[in-house]
């Protein structure tokens, strides 16, 4: 990766991730009260959804940079034919470098896939609205499939000094909200969540693809 690009991706990524946390903080808020074992008014209720917007989005931009530049630097290291079956493996490794954690390993080989198979169907290269839309059908998708990781994460994290769920052991938490919750009790905000999660997924890499392709015209363009 040549330096206007590296550029382009750390800047680009740092945008779109302030971008996201700016709009969607208060959502987040929202569904992990809703997946609190309190009850949604017990913690909190819509009460201060927006305590916490500055300092979530200073910290974004270093974090979201990193990201992407890791992303895009091990797509390019592994760079293979993009009608290759191989792709989805691609772009699942450059995720995890990136951020190891199961969401972005559903979501960005999905965005990736999602962009390929529409520009395959108008022959050309899909322009940044209609990377927007794929975002957000992958992060619509990865949001309901990874809920249930996502609720033990938020038991845990609200659980008693001391108590077996506070071990941080996922698995033990998931079968504790299986065991007293059910199926419901797993997929607790899973609507709020995804909702979030797609508009996030529109804005996030629609504001990246933009910026991102402004930069390098920017770039080409410069003597």
């Known amino acids: 990766m040549d330096r206007p690009g590296f550029i382009a991706s750390l800047v680009a990524g740092g ?10 903080f208060p959502l987040d808020t929202i569904k992990t009260r809703l997946q609190s074992p309190q009850g949604f008014y017990k ?6 959804v927006y305590a916490g917007v500055p300092s979530t989005a200073i910290g ?18 592994l760079h293979t034919d993009s009608s290759s079956h191989l792709m989805p493996v691609t772009h ?16 960005f080989p999905l965005w990736e896939s999602l962009k390929a198979l529409w520009s395959w169907r108008q022959d050309h290269v899909v322009n940044s609205w209609q990377s927007a839309v794929c975002g957000a059908f992958a992060g619509g998708f990865a949001a309901a499939v990874t809920t ?9 994290m ?15 938490a998931l079968h504790a909200v299986w065991r007293t919750q059910g199926l419901s009790g797993l997929f607790a905000g899973v609507f709020p969540r995804m909702a979030a999660i797609s508009l996030g997924g529109f804005i996030f ?19």
Do not use: C, H
Not at 15 to 24: E, R
């Open 148 to 156: 249930p990781l996502d609720v033990a994460k938020t038991r845990i």
């Open 158 to 172: 609200l659980a008693k000094a001391g108590s077996s769920t506070a071990s941080g052991n996922i698995l033990s």
């Open 43 to 48: 913690a909190g209720g819509f009460y201060g």
């Open 205 to 223: 890499l629609g504001a990246y693809d933009q910026t991102r392709s402004f930069l390098s015209e920017l770039g080409r363009e410069s003597p």
């Open 92 to 107: 699942m490794l450059a995720a995890s470098a990136g951020e190891v954690i199961p969401f972005s390993l559903v979501q």
């Open 60 to 77: 974004s931009f270093p974090n979201a940079a990193a990201f992407f530049v890791t992303y895009e630097y091990v797509k390019w290291i």
């Open 15 to 24: 945008i779109a991730g302030v971008s996201v946390d700016l709009i969607l």
